[in-house]
C-alpha cells in the first residue's frame, strides 16, 4: 500500500507546467460563445429581439412563432461555431447541475438528414430526469419531469454543446429545482424593492438583485488526490495528523502564486471569459494551497448560473492540468476551509446602487431606507437565513476558528452603527424644522464621509455590511448560491411590503410628510431589530452566551438548522410572496435531511474502510517489525535487551492500545450506523447520524492520527498533509 502513496509523490513532483498562451485582450473574447444580445443583434428579427428582451425585463410571455425564430437564430449560430448538440441545462436538487444532450439532428420521411431544432424543444423539454431527488413530489416511476427554457439567462456554447438555460418542474407544476423558486424570490423583490424605491425616484420601473460571489477552492496534485480514497469518495480528508507547518507564518496569503496553479488560472480565465463569466480577481487564500476566484457584479439568477458553471469548468481545467479542485468547505482539519462568500446589493433600471449613499441627505434616506430593511429582514428571519446554508460539509467550517459562527449576526460598524442609535433616538410622528434640520446635515448628509474609510475589518460576522452591499459569509464553498439568495430576496420583499404598508398609512392617517413617515417607521425598525447587529468579534467574547442573551438561535447542526423551513412563518412568507408552496417546502426539507444521511453514511463507510484496510494493517505490519527488533535484541543481548528495547516495546504497546480502540470505536461507529438505518422517519434519522453516528468520527480520527505519528514513514499507506499542501 505505501507503494501508491510514494508513486504519487514521485509523479507530481515530475510535473511538467502547462504553458498558456494569453490570446490578447480579454474584452475581445468576452462572451463569444454565449448567445447574448449582441448575437441576437445579428441573428434575430426586431420583433423577436423585442419579445426575447420583454421576457428578460418584464417576464412577458414568449409565443410559440418568435419561439421558432429564436431557435432556429440559435441553431445557426451555434452550429456556425461548430455545436453538434444543445441541452437544456438546469440544477435539480442535488446542488449541481444536469444536462442531457440531443443532436441537432433528424431524418425526414424519404431517408434524408437535416439538422433540427424548432421552438418546441427550445421552449420545453420532457428529460425524464425521474431519479433526481424530488422529497415525495413525485414517484420515481412518474417519469415526466419538464425543463423549460429560461430566457434570462442566455444560452451558452460549452464544448460543441448549445446549453439552454432551464427551470425543471414536475408534471403538476412544482419546482424540482433550485432555479424555479430564485426566479419567483426575484420577481418579488423586485415589485417590493421597486415600489418603495418611486418614494425617491419616481423613473424607477425595475430592481434587480445582484449578487457577487467568491468562489474559495483547494488545488491539491490529482496523483495525491486519487491516492486518497476518503478525498475520492467524500471530497475531504478523514484522517491525517497536521504537517508540522500550516498556515501559522501567513506565508501562503496573499503570495507568489505557484506557477502550476497560475497556468490553470490562466487557462480557466480565459475560458470563463469566453462563456460570460466576468472573473477578476484571484489570489492566494489563508491555507497551503488554497485560493480564491471573484467576478464581477452580476444580476443573482445570471450570477447564480454563472457560479455552477464556473465550478463545472473549473474540474475539467484542473483535470487537464493534472489538478483535482476540492470545493469541500473542510478538506483539511486544522488550517482555513473554504467559503464562497455571496455580496448581495439591489440595483435600480436607472443605475443606482441602494444599498450606496448617495450626494444629497434624500438619497441617503434612499440608501437608510433599504440598509435598515434589511437589517430588519434578517432580524426576523436570522434561523431561515441560517438554514439555506446548512449542509454535512459546511458543519465542518461554520464555528470553525477561521470562519463565521453558526448564530447569524450582522455587522456595520461602530461608525453606522451610531448613525441607526441617533436615528433610534427620533421623536414620534411630526418632526419639528429644528429636527429635520440637525437630521438632515449632522445625521443622513455625512452618510458618506463615514462610508468612506469605515471598510469591514471583522471577518468573524457571517453578515457584514461592507461599504455598498451585504456580504453573506456563511455560504458554503460547494453550494448553490440559489439557495441562500431565494431566502435572502424572498425575506427582504416581505420586509419590504410591510414597510410600505406602514408608511403609506402614517401618511394617508397621520398627515406626516412622506420623509417623516419613512423616519418614524425606520426608527421602529432600528429599536425591534437591535438585537441582530453585533460588531465584536465573535471569539473574543463567550458567543453563545451572548446569542442566547439576545435571543438569536444556535442551530449549530444541519439537522437542527433545516427544521425552521416547516415552521407555521417560513410556509406562510414562501407561499405569500409566491415563492414556494407549502408541498414544495417540504419536499426541499425532505431532499436536504435525506442528503445529510447520505453524506454522513457515506463517511462513515469510507472510514470504516480507512480502518480496516489501510490504518489497521500497517500499524500491524510496523509493529511485527518492532517485535522481530525486540525479538532480536533479545536473542543477542539477553535479559540485558529491556534496556536496550525500552523505546521499541513502549511503541508497540501505544500502538496496540491505538488498535484496541480505534476497531472498538470503529465497530461502535459501525453498530449506530446501522441501527440508524433501520428508522423510517427522515427527521429522525437525520438526528440519529448527526447524534450517534457522526461523534465517532473524532475519536476514530484522534486513534489513527496517533498511528501516523508511531508508524514509520515508509510504511504508512496514506498520503499526508505534508505532501497534500505542500507539494505545488
Known amino acids: 500500500m505505501p507503494k501508491l502513496r510514494f508513486s504519487a509523490i514521485s509523479e507530481s513532483l515530475k510535473r511538467p507546467r502547462i504553458t498558456i498562451e494569453e490570446t490578447g485582450r480579454r474584452s475581445d473574447i468576452f462572451a463569444q460563445n454565449v448567445f447574448n444580445e449582441e448575437r441576437m443583434l445579428q441573428y434575430l428579427t426586431k420583433d423577436a429581439l423585442e419579445s426575447v428582451k420583454g421576457a428578460v425585463f418584464s417576464s412577458s410571455k414568449i409565443d410559440r412563432k418568435i419561439a421558432d425564430q429564436v431557435a432556429e437564430a440559435m441553431k445557426g449560430w451555434a452550429i456556425s461555431k461548430g455545436a453538434t448538440h444543445y441541452t437544456h441545462w438546469f440544477q435539480p436538487l442535488t446542488g449541481s447541475t444536469a444536462e442531457k444532450h440531443d443532436a441537432f439532428f433528424d431524418l425526414l420521411p424519404d431517408g434524408r438528414a437535416l439538422e433540427k431544432f424548432g421552438g418546441g424543444q427550445l421552449v420545453q423539454q420532457e428529460p425524464d430526469a425521474s431519479s433526481f431527488p424530488s422529497g415525495g413530489i413525485r414517484n420515481t416511476f412518474e417519469a415526466r419531469g419538464y425543463t423549460a427554457w429560461d430566457p434570462t439567462s442566455p444560452a451558452f456554447i460549452y464544448g460543441t454543446t448549445l446549453c439552454i438555460p432551464t427551470i425543471f418542474v414536475s408534471y403538476t407544476g412544482e419546482a424540482l429545482d433550485n432555479k424555479a423558486p430564485l426566479l419567483r424570490a426575484l420577481n418579488a423583490v423586485d415589485e417590493a424593492a421597486t415600489a418603495v424605491a418611486k418614494y425617491f425616484d419616481k423613473n424607477v420601473s425595475k430592481v434587480n438583485a445582484t449578487l457577487g460571489w467568491e468562489q474559495e477552492y483547494f488545488l491539491i496534485d490529482k496523483a495525491l488526490a486519487h491516492s486518497r480514497p476518503d478525498i475520492l469518495m467524500t471530497g475531504r480528508t478523514l484522517v491525517g495528523h497536521s ?19 497560475l497556468s490553470f488560472m490562466s487557462d480557466l480565465e480565459q475560458q470563463c471569459t469566453k462563456l460570460g463569466i466576468p472573473v477578476k480577481t484571484r489570489h492566494n487564500e489563508v491555507a497551503p494551497n488554497q485560493f480564491e476566484l471573484a467576478p464581477v457584479f452580476e ?54 446602487n441602494l444599498l450606496s449613499p448617495g450626494t444629497t441627505p434624500m438619497k441617503n434616506l434612499q440608501f437608510l431606507t433599504f440598509f435598515v430593511n434589511s437589517i430588519k429582514a434578517v432580524d426576523t428571519y436570522e434561523e431561515l437565513l441560517r438554514s439555506s446554508i446548512a449542509s454535512a460539509s459546511n458543519d465542518h467550517r461554520l464555528g470553525a476558528n477561521e470562519a463565521p459562527p453558526a448564530i447569524i449576526s450582522i455587522f456595520v460598524g461602530t461608525q453606522l452603527g451610531s448613525v441607526l442609535d441617533e436615528l433610534e433616538g427620533v421623536s414620534q410622528g411630526k418632526l419639528s424644522p429644528e429636527e429635520k434640520t440637525e437630521l438632515k446635515l449632522n445625521v443622513v448628509g455625512k452618510i458618506p464621509e ?39 430576496n424572498t425575506i427582504v420583499a416581505k420586509q419590504l411590503i410591510a414597510f410600505k404598508k406602514e408608511v403609506d398609512m402614517l401618511i394617508d392617517k397621520k398627515n406626516l410628510k412622506k420623509d417623516e413617515a419613512i423616519f418614524n417607521v425606520l426608527r421602529e425598525y ?34 437542527r438548522a433545516l427544521q425552521i423551513m416547516t415552521s407555521t412563518e417560513s410556509l406562510e412568507l414562501f407561499k405569500s410572496m409566491n415563492v414556494m408552496s407549502e408541498v414544495e417546502v417540504r419536499a426541499r426539507l425532505e431532499v436536504e435531511l435525506e442528503a445529510y444521511i447520505l453524506h454522513i453514511q457515506i463517511e462513515g463507510r469510507v472510514f470504516s474502510e480507512l480502518v480496516y484496510g489501510y490504518i489497521i494493517p500497517s500499524a500491524v505490519e510496523y509493529q511485527n517489525l518492532l517485535i522481530k527488533n525486540v525479538m532480536g535484541l533479545k536473542e543477542v543481548y539477553g535479559a540485558a535487551h529491556k534496556k536496550l528495547s525500552y523505546g521499541q516495546l513502549t511503541i508497540i504497546e501505544e500502538i496496540a492500545e491505538h488498535i484496541s480502540t480505534l476497531k472498538q470505536k470503529t465497530d461502535a461507529m459501525t453498530d449506530a450506523r446501522k441501527k440508524a438505518n433501520t428508522i423510517a422517519d427522515t427527521n429522525k434519522k437525520a438526528s440519529a447520524y448527526c447524534d450517534n453516528v457522526k461523534p465517532y468520527f473524532e475519536d476514530m480520527r484522534y486513534h489513527c492520527d496517533k498511528l501516523e505519528r508511531l508508524v514509520a514513514d515508509s510504511a504508512w499507506p496514506l498520503t499526508k498533509y505534508q505532501e497534500l499542501l505542500f507539494i505545488k
Open 243 to 261: 504537517a508540522a507547518k500550516g498556515q501559522q507564518l501567513d506565508d501562503h496569503y496573499f503570495g507568489v502564486i505557484p506557477q502550476r496553479a
Open 299 to 352: 444580476e443573482a439568477n445570471l450570477a447564480v448560473d454563472h457560479n455552477l458553471l464556473l465550478m463545472d469548468v473549473m474540474e475539467k481545467i484542473a483535470d487537464k492540468h493534472d489538478f483535482k479542485v476540492l470545493f469541500h468547505e473542510k478538506p483539511f482539519a486544522g488550517i482555513n476551509g473554504s467559503g464562497k462568500h455571496n455580496n448581495w446589493s439591489l440595483a435600480t433600471d436607472t443605475g443606482v
Open 450 to 488: 463615514i462610508l468612506l474609510d469605515n471598510t469591514d475589518r471583522n471577518r468573524t460576522s457571517p453578515f457584514a455590511f461592507t461599504g455598498n452591499k451585504f456580504e453573506i459569509r456563511g455560504v458554503g464553498s460547494k453550494a448553490n448560491c440559489a439557495k441562500p439568495m431565494t431566502v435572502m
Open 526 to 559: 432600528i429599536k425591534t431589530s437591535k438585537r441582530i447587529r453585533f460588531d465584536g468579534d465573535g471569539y473574543s467574547v463567550d458567543w453563545e452566551k451572548e446569542a442566547k442573551k439576545r435571543k438569536l438561535s444556535n442551530n449549530i447542526s444541519t439537522p
